[in-house]
């Protein structure tokens, strides 16, 4: 079958067509027909929808594209099972748009793939190993796992992933394109890697058990971030932190009222097994610190509550640091993906109160009551120093359980391109 060339104009469809007419077809032409520019991607999302469910099994885009344009188009179009082929604009910016999708689809393929397809270990290689491709006389790393994460003191991943038989990781990865191993640090990424979240003894249900695959999305937002920043010639150093575990159920798994003392000495009580992609970042934090990185990140699929507050569209931003944040969210919207600052201070650390430790790792009711996000948020902060140089990204928008009129189902890779762009600046 011919390859259906699509194009975008400002025109209004033919009448035939109806006056509202996102799309219409001509032979082997399609055209996307924007009626408002500052509705620009958002319909481009609806049309690439709109045109993959004709069955069109391949597309080549055509006439005035924008790199955002056809990346915007390639996410939409392109679903997990059976996809599309889109071929690109042959045009100057072909190559970045390239890098882009290459980025995303990596993220989106790693978030997509079965909890029995991806292991803990598997998730820190398969990270290592595509960065390691990228640029690999700049990239050195270790993968540290099962007892040796107990051994070096690595108390929150390794209690979250000792009840599976699949062993917890951590890695460490360092991108040093001097290669001068004295380099200052410009940036330190923290991603929570849970590739399967059975909620442990605070067991989920059934139906919000079904899209835990998911949640190591925050690694793969990293890592394709920092994937996307070495193609688009990132010339900073830059340390990556994979929490990598499994939560689940067994006579080993960590129990509700244990204890956790972490490197820094912070103790925390387990009041909800459910709450644990905390407890591995608070590693990730620590092992960022100790980097004396410049600016630290982390990105999770953390709490219910940023999704309650914000919906599948937005990811959430916390910083303690306004001039820090606001920045990150400058170069969102010139990046045109959607962020939003939720609150956080440092009296969020008080909000999870214990009799036996330091802090619990929630409140022991239903989602963690009333503003989870920002009390998660102010549990990380404990474990980060300096506070001021720190942004945590809740990825609300990292998944979507099933199709709309904008996203197939399943990962979004939504908060790459900011993300690179931020580091890279």
């Known amino acids: 079958m011919t390859d259906m060339k699509v194009k975008i104009t400002s025109n209004p469809a033919p009448a035939h067509w109806g006056d509202k007419a996102l799309v219409s077809l001509t032979g082997n032409d399609i055209t996307i027909h924007i009626r408002d520019d500052a509705d620009r991607l958002r319909s481009i999302r609806k049309a690439a ?24 188009f390639v996410m939409s179009f392109s679903k997990a099972r059976n996809p599309g082929e889109v071929t690109l604009c042959d045009n100057a910016e072909r190559a970045e748009a390239e890098r882009q999708v290459t980025a995303m689809m990596f993220t989106r393929k790693l978030t997509n793939d079965t909890p029995e397809q991806l292991s803990p ?4 290689q398969e990270s290592a190993d595509w960065l390691q491709s990228l640029n690999g006389d700049a990239v050195t790393y270790r993968v540290v796992s099962g007892e040796q994460l107990a051994a070096e003191g690595w108390a929150g991943i390794y209690n979250v992933g000792r009840g599976s038989e699949r062993p917890p990781a951590m890695l460490e990865l360092d991108y040093n394109p001097g290669g001068d191993p004295e380099a200052p640090v410009a940036f330190a990424l ?10 442990g003894y605070s067991l989920k249900s059934s139906e919000g058990m079904l899209d835990m695959k998911c949640d190591m999305g925050g690694a793969a937002t ?5 994937g996307l920043a070495i193609m688009q010639g990132l010339n900073k150093r830059v340390k990556l932190f994979l929490c990598c575990a ?4 067994s006579g080993h798994a960590y129990k509700l009222g244990d204890v956790l003392t972490y490197k820094n000495g912070v103790s925390v ?10 407890l591995v970042l608070a590693d990730g934090l620590i092992a960022a610190s100790e980097s004396a ?4 990140i982390d990105a999770a699929t953390l709490t219910g509550a940023a999704t309650v507050a914000l919906g599948y569209d937005y990811h959430a931003v916390f910083s303690l640091n306004p001039a820090l944040s606001q920045s990150f969210l400058s170069e969102a919207q010139t990046q045109q993906e959607l962020f939003w600052p939720l609150p956080l201070q440092m ?8 009799a036996f430790a330091d802090t619990a790792n929630s409140r022991p009711q239903k989602g963690g009551g009333a503003g989870g996000a920002s009390n998660a948020a102010g549990f990380l902060s404990r474990f980060v120093s300096p506070t001021d140089s720190w942004l945590h990204l809740d990825l609300a928008a990292a998944y979507h359980g099933s199709a709309n009129s904008e996203m197939p189902a399943g990962a979004t890779a939504a908060g790459i391109r900011t993300l690179a762009a931020f580091i890279g600046q």
């Open 222 to 226: 990293v890592t394709g971030a920092l």
């Open 269 to 278: 009580e387990i009041v909800n097994t459910d709450a644990e992609g905390r």
């Open 49 to 72: 929808r709109q045109i993959d469910n004709l069955g069109i099994p391949s597309v080549t885009l055509s006439g005035e594209w924008s790199v955002i344009d056809q990346v915007t």
């Open 293 to 296: 990185a410049a600016c630290i």
């Open 190 to 199: 923290v991603g929570k890697g849970i590739t399967f979240d059975s909620g």
């Open 121 to 124: 270990v598997g998730l820190a």
């Open 246 to 249: 499994e939560n689940l159920v």
């Open 347 to 354: 009296w969020h650390q008080e909000k999870c109160p214990s």
